[in-house]
């Protein structure tokens, strides 16, 4: 009604989006009377369409050798998607070596739950290096990531941000998000805690790594390993190294993080998993001579025993090309 729309102006000019440079600011015609439907009637879920049986379904047959990641994100997004009240946020935090799977799960995650996938204008994708590069901005910075994910939930509470590379994060930047992270949150009637973030990083990679390779020592399954051990490290790795986006962070400190989710290294079959997988998504018949070439050509580390591919599988899509 015009009553609401008069009503609604002052929050709009509240809201400084443009001064992030993101690059899909001002999609998707923002300013819609549904959308302000949507946060204030709460009924609305915007773009969300979550599929979690589609998405279980996908993790099964694609993602390699992650059990503790396709458990750990399933079992969070069940608890929480269908919850139309929720207590808090829900907020993932991978962590992994290169080319383990997370930016993959992450984009599976976004393509299952909003009906326009990754182009949806509810997704928000966050890159240090493109939208935080300079030191001396961080104050600046700071603002500007405040008021863009308060504009955001203003619009729809069914948001997702994604933050992807956080260890190339400034130190301090990301603890301006820590009122959205908790319970507290619910404002002129938008609900602040339907929102869901996840936080990408190689920090822990190491610790993991380690891990697994003791456990591979011993020769145990790597299924058998144990998570509660992985969190603990991991935490404490990203809280006491300022390169990994957490350094001190209040968030650890206030265990926002309502889900670790450890990135385990990817063996030689795993890495021939993700041959076959590009073969696939070629049309590729799954060739052995090629799944075997490939595979091989990738670095193993350590040293001594070669057990992990030093890059996961990230290199696989570019290099199968040489092996046809
Ligand atoms: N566990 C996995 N199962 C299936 N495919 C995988 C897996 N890990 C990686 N891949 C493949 O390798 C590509 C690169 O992986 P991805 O970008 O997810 O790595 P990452 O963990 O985000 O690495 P980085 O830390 O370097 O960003 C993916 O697009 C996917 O095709
Ligand atoms: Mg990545």
Redesign the pocket.
């Known amino acids: 009604s015009a009553m609401t729309r008069g009503g609604l102006l002052p929050a709009l000019v509240l809201l400084p989006l443009l001064s992030l440079p993101l690059g899909r600011v001002g999609a998707g015609a923002p300013w819609e009377q549904s959308a302000w439907h949507c946060s204030f009637s709460g009924a609305c879920e915007c773009d969300f369409r979550p599929d979690l049986s589609g998405l279980e379904c996908d993790l099964a047959i694609?993602?390699?050798?992650?059990h503790l990641a396709r458990e750990l994100v399933m079992k969070g997004l069940k608890a929480f998607v269908h919850n139309h009240n929720p207590e808090k946020p829900l907020v993932f935090s991978f962590h992994?070596w290169?080319?383990?799977?997370?930016?993959?799960v992450s984009s599976l995650v976004i393509h299952y739950l909003f009906h326009s996938g990754s182009h949806s204008s509810y997704v928000h994708h966050f890159s240090p290096v493109l939208h935080f590069p300079h030191a001396e901005q961080i104050e600046q910075y700071k603002d500007n990531l405040k008021n863009w994910i308060q504009g955001n939930l203003t619009r729809c509470g069914r948001s997702l941000f994604l933050f992807d590379e956080m260890d190339k994060m400034h130190p301090g930047l990301i603890d301006v998000i820590i009122p959205f992270l908790g319970p507290s949150w619910v404002v002129f009637g938008t609900n602040y805690r339907k929102a869901i973030f996840i936080f990408?990083s190689?920090a822990g990679g190491e610790q993991i790594n380690q891990m697994t390779l003791n456990l591979w020592r011993a020769r145990k399954d790597r299924e058998e390993i144990s998570f509660k051990d992985l969190e603990a490290s991991i935490l404490e790795a990203v809280f006491e190294n300022p390169q990994s986006g957490f350094w001190k962070s209040g968030i650890i400190e206030q265990q926002l993080i309502d889900y670790l989710v450890p990135?385990l290294p990817?063996k030689q079959h795993?890495v021939k998993q993700?041959v076959r997988?590009e073969l696939a998504s070629r049309g590729l018949q799954p060739q052995p001579e090629v799944v075997q070439a490939v595979a091989e050509s990738i670095p193993y580390f350590p040293e001594e025993e070669k057990v992990f591919s030093l890059t996961?599988?990230?290199t696989?899509?570019s290099r199968v090309p040489f092996f046809l």
Do not use: P
């Not at 694609?62 to 992650?66: A, E, F, P």
């Open positions: 694609n993602l390699v050798g992650q992994g290169t080319g383990t799977g997370k930016t993959y990408i190689n990135f990817l795993h993700c997988n996961g599988c990230k696989v899509a």
